[in-house]
């Protein structure tokens, strides 16, 4: 095991017999969701992967060692913390780690962490991508280059319309990722089932995902795997009111100059607050929802490989 890895002894174990396990990120504990419900939901999160038969590992930086599986203490922690905890992408990797720091996980430092412990499959809210703009700002998140270089399959609600789609999806084909849609055509707008564009392909059983990782993972050339689930149909929002909130939140980041890292917890913020208790709400579920297929998947995946 690297020498900067710690796993909990559940994930240790869970690997060692080539049980199912399910990597979780921590950004969206500590900058996504307010406490408590952020660490209600990340507690509820990993009850639904084990209630479907994998093994939840929550992976943060936590004094300067990378962890894959926290402890309810360690949860509690970045959930109380908040925005306090910095936000870790690739980048702060080595920074955190030099400084004995901590750091919740973005999904690309995530991605990172889950495939030095060895896990593939990886259930998160949304990802994200090519920011509105970003042919000026050149703000497109470390989550796409680390989609485009690192073996995990990233089971998420598609991608927010905070960023620009359409650019997001061209990116990820100029750098080989696969957008398999669970169960759709289209890919989901994380508080929306369509954001009016399509996926590559769809897929109605997690044993054709898995199939379709394990060709990936053959190929040894690196890589992920996007898997879209679409928020459930009764907890989705209208797209025409989703649509004029988050026109404001961007007006609001673009008032406010903020810029760098900050512009997406800025705009995850605006959003929820603009929206109230509903957002958050749908927020969780679909969070529920996609732990529930990567558990499925990632017993698929050791039904494949068994
Ligand atoms: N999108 C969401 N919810 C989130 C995030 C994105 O709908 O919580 C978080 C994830 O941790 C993601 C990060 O990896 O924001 C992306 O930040 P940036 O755009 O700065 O790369
Ligand atoms: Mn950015």
Redesign the pocket.
Known sequence: MPALLDLAPTVAAALAARQPVVALESTIISHGMPWPQNVETALAVEAEVRAHGAVPATVAIVDGRLKAGLSAGEIERLGRAGTAVAKASRRDVPVLVARGGTGATTVAATMLIAALAGIRVFATGGI?GV?RGAETSF?V?ADLQELARTPVAVVCAGVKSILDIGLTLEYLETHGVPVIGYGTDRLPAFFCRDSGFSVDARFDTPAEIARAMQAQWALGSGGGMVVANPIPAEHALPRDVMDGVIERALADAAAAGVS??A??PFLLARVSALTGGESLAGNIQLVLNNARLAAQLAVACAALAA
Do not use: L
């Open positions: 994200g920011h703000d998140s760098g890292k512009v997406t």
